[in-house]
Nanobody, 121 residues
Framework: HVQLVESGGGSAQAGGSLRLSCAAS????????MTWFRQAPGKEREWVAC???????FYADSVKGRFTISRDNAKNTLYLQMNSLKPEDAAMYYC????????????????WGQGTQVTVS
């Protein structure tokens, strides 16, 4: 079972940038679809972006053109580069992994990190 640990959250001004990382516990993460979700207080968990094992990436409309998801399989690490941040991007960001699914359905993911907080002022 893969374990996931997010980092890189913090505070940024609107229009600024942050880069989130998600470290996986072992090299088998290269066989997983890796995904970022986010959850703001009082709201449901929202899909942000996912990247399949072949590097194909998909984005929610709300972040398309501003966020970039990438993965470095040699480092067992997933990234989310967030540019042009908006106040509505503020949330707890979670990475998730699945070997059988790659998409926006939160219930389909088996493995989750503990989250990293992003605030935008």
């Amino acid at each position: 079972h893969v374990q996931l640990v997010e980092s890189g959250g913090g505070s940024a001004q609107a229009g600024g940038s942050l880069r989130l990382s998600c470290a996986a516990s072992d090299h088998t993460s290269s066989s997983y679809c890796m995904t970022w979700f986010r959850q703001a207080p009082g709201k449901e968990r929202e899909w942000v972006a996912c990247i399949d094992t072949d590097g194909t990436a998909f984005y929610a409309d709300s972040v398309k053109g501003r966020f970039t998801i990438s993965r470095d399989n040699a480092k067992n690490t997933l990234y989310l580069q967030m540019n042009s941040l908006k106040p509505e991007d503020a949330a707890m960001y979670y990475c998730a992994a699945s070997q059988a699914y790659c998409g926006c359905n939160v219930a389909a993911y088996n493995y989750w990190g503990q989250g990293t907080q992003v605030t935008v002022s």
